[in-house]
């Protein structure tokens, strides 16, 4: 069945809305009622209800009636602090809405029950040859597995903007990717930024240049496809899908700029995702590009390793490519000089330099 452009599937144990109004105070019921059009994705698990519902944000809701009662989790504010919020009550709803709707074909309900079962006893032969994760998701349904996403989901904000943005991805929409990537990179407080360990921002700076990458990658091949078909209208939308991209990266860019000031050792760790975003929109902004090539030429200028040195060439050569595009190319020639200037001490870098042309 189809609601609120969720797929709801096995029917969970019976929720009612006499269960709805036990589990939340009054206020938080009268405002649920206010959001069940509010309500996404609403699946029905065995004694289960998930949902996404719109709020301030987008809330990821789960719902667990058993013997001991109902109860619900939320990754609003509200609903983490351990409260049956309205977001709780608004997917409560939904789901009794939905499973008013007439069930399906008994048959079709029979072949599908079977086939979870089949699941299960299968998976717990494998289970008994081993007590590791993967054998124990092995023994899992579809459904369950579900669950534990979104079990984590709620408890892990980070993770959850992680799973968004890769749905984000997926479904080309540059836009909430742009806002998930923000808040998966631009922490508001300064303070949990210099608590971060690079290897763990670099993590997420990976996250956002994959999925900059693919969001590029995606507007250039429908470009090229308009061209070819000489689609002049559709080669403009497709441009414009790059151009948004490009303002993703750039803001990504300046994001981890932000962090990179909080976060000792950052161009080490964080340095190459940086690049990889900025060479995705070298073409488009130069201009940022050129401020990521440059900060990264500065953390490497005192190392002496063959690695390093070669990198600092290949880094050169991209902000060269940027003053170009920007038609500054004296300011790269006075750059490079004052850079050869401060590292005279490193030979091995002077030595790579004019074995590449920079002399």
Not at 271 to 299: H, K, M, N
Request: proline share 2%; aromatic share 4%; glycine share 10%.
């Amino acid at each position: 069945m189809v609601f609120n452009d969720g797929v709801a599937t096995a029917a969970p144990a019976t929720l009612t809305e006499a269960d709805l109004r036990a589990a939340a105070d009054e206020q938080s019921f009268r405002r649920g009622v206010e959001y069940v059009r509010a309500v996404s994705g609403l699946r029905l698990l065995d004694g289960r209800v998930m949902a996404s519902v719109e709020g301030t944000e987008q809330y990821l809701v789960m719902l667990v009636k058993d013997a001991a009662g109902l109860r619900g989790e939320c990754s609003c504010p509200y609903g983490r602090q351990g409260f049956f919020c309205k977001h709780c009550v608004a997917a409560g709803l939904a789901a009794v809405a939905a499973t008013e709707v007439p069930a399906p074909r008994a048959g079709r309900a029979a072949r599908g029950t079977g086939g979870g079962q089949a699941a299960r006893g299968k998976g717990a032969g494998r289970a008994a040859r081993g007590s590791t994760l993967t054998s124990w998701l092995d023994t899992l349904t579809s459904d369950e597995l579900y669950g534990l996403v979104a079990e984590q989901a709620i408890d892990d904000a980070e993770w959850r903007c992680r799973l968004e943005l890769r749905a984000a991805v997926a479904a080309g929409d540059a836009a909430a990717a742009g806002e998930r990537i923000g808040r998966l990179l631009d922490r508001a407080d300064p303070g949990s930024i210099g608590e971060t360990e690079p290897g763990s921002y670099a993590r997420l700076v990976r996250e956002a240049a994959l999925a900059i990458g693919a969001l590029t990658n995606s507007a250039a091949a429908a470009d090229a496809a308009a061209a070819d078909a000489n689609a002049a209208d559709a080669a403009a939308a497709d441009a414009n899908a790059a151009d948004v991209a490009a303002d993703v990266a750039e803001r990504a860019i300046g994001a981890i700029t932000r962090a990179a000031a909080l976060i000792r050792d950052e161009h080490r760790v964080i340095g190459a995702e940086a690049v990889r975003i900025a060479d995705l929109i070298a073409g488009r902004r130069p201009a940022a590009a050129l401020a990521v090539y440059l900060r990264q030429i500065d953390s490497l200028r005192g190392e002496n390793g063959e690695r390093s040195c070669l990198l600092v060439t290949r880094l050169l050569e991209a902000a060269r490519g940027c003053h170009r595009s920007l038609g500054t190319e004296g300011e790269f020639d006075a750059y490079l000089a004052d850079l050869r200037e401060r590292s005279q001490r490193n030979r091995r870098l002077i030595a790579t330099l004019d074995k590449h042309g920079y002399g």
